[in-house]
């Protein structure tokens, strides 16, 4: 029986109605496994803009702060995309990020076996299913560095650095090798070895890392070959480390290939056991507000908190094997939905959820 105090940033678009089916699901938890979970609604994103000028208001990453973990919906809209510069509501993902210290990224992208019709790719290339983690650098790199306005050999230019110190390298490549212990002990490390100065002592340092690990086989990618690699054969990757920008880009492909962007979840680690944890998919402004929104990819970033920043094993797989009953049960929402199956609102799939926890 354990007390935990959890910061809810619902956001924007369907944010809120996802949140909420993942609240209900922690409750659920509590009530069966005798915790309590305390929830604090605070603002960041579109809403925080609108109601108090700012993306990321310093109450809100105070309270971030202060939690035991934060639980995000989705931040952004079209409403806000004219918005210029330090304000824009992807401003406020960035500075929780930066500011509770969530350097690594754990991005699943995994085929639900009652999903795989969905996978765009053909059955021979993912055979008997596709389990990848990746490991996003999270608070460094391109992301982070310097940027500005100079002159250059045409006239003014726009720069941004890509820069990785040792430590960055190092605490990352760690994080994927202990994951992979957990896994099938391979990791794939992802750079543009070939061209980038960054990328060469990423590779290093990788390298270095993986003698601590000599149960883990290490391999080295270009990623451009990455990116091909991922819809060639997918199966031959277990866990994959890389860069903020590449991470950034390859979850997106490797999210894809699952067909379910609606039900991956993800979360971002730091040194304390505190972490975020939100669905990997956006605010899906077209859709907020209709009760249509998938709500499972918040649901299992609960499951993902309960496990890694609370310890919580076996309350997280009770939330997986509903969600996976639940699918197998033939409900889904629209997003997901195919022939024969049963079609279910936001509010209808997390209440199934709810009452298939065991
Ligand atoms: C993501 C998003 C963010 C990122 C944006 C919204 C800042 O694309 O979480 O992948 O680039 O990190
Ligand atoms: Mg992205």
């Not at 149960?215 to 990116?227: F, G, I, R």
């Not at 979360?267 to 669905?279: D, K």
């Not at 939905?337 to 209440?351: C, P, R, Y």
Request: glycine share 10%; with cysteine.
């Amino acid at each position: 029986m354990a007390e935990f105090h959890i910061a809810v940033v619902a956001g924007d678009g369907i944010g809120p109605e996802v949140t909420e089916q993942a609240i209900a699901v922690l409750n659920k938890i509590g009530d069966l496994f005798h915790h309590t979970f305390h929830f604090n609604k605070v603002l960041a994103g579109g809403c925080a803009i609108d109601e108090v000028g700012k993306c990321l208001p310093a109450e809100t990453l105070e309270q971030c702060k202060k939690a035991d973990s934060v639980l995000l919906g989705a931040v952004g809209g079209p409403k806000w995309d004219t918005v210029v510069g330090v304000q824009r509501p992807e401003k406020a993902l960035l500075g929780l990020r930066e500011g509770l210290g969530l350097y690594a990224n754990l991005r699943p992208a995994i085929i639900h076996k009652a999903l795989s019709d969905a996978c765009p790719l053909k059955p021979e290339i993912t055979g008997d299913g596709i389990d990848i983690l990746i490991v996003r650098e999270l608070t460094g790199g391109i992301y982070f560095g310097e940027k500005g306005y100079r002159e250059g050999k045409y006239g003014q230019e726009a720069f941004d650095i890509e820069a990785y110190s040792e430590m960055e390298i190092r605490r990352i490549a760690k994080n994927a090798f202990d994951v992979a212990m957990q896994r099938n002990k391979k990791v794939t490390s992802v750079d543009k070895a070939n061209v980038l100065e960054s990328s060469r002592f990423w590779r290093k340092i990788v390298t270095e890392v993986a003698q601590q690990y000599p149960e883990v086989e290490l391999n080295h990618m270009y990623v451009d070959n990455a990116a091909m690699q991922l819809v060639r054969n997918p199966k031959q990757f277990d866990v994959i480390v890389t860069s903020n920008i590449f991470g950034d880009i390859l979850s997106d492909e490797a999210s894809m290939i699952t067909g379910s962007i609606g039900l991956l979840p993800s979360a971002s680690l730091g040194q304390t056991g505190a972490g975020m944890y939100e669905p990997i998919h956006g605010s899906a402004p077209d859709i907020a507000g209709k009760d249509i929104a998938n709500p499972i990819a918040a649901i299992l970033s609960t499951a993902m908190m309960l496990k890694y920043s609370f310890k919580l094993d076996k309350e997280a797989d009770a939330i997986e094997k509903a969600v996976t009953s639940v699918l197998e049960s033939g409900y889904r929402t629209t997003d997901i939905m195919s022939e024969g199956m049963n079609v279910v609102g936001t509010k209808q799939m997390g209440k199934l959820i709810c009452d298939a926890i065991q």
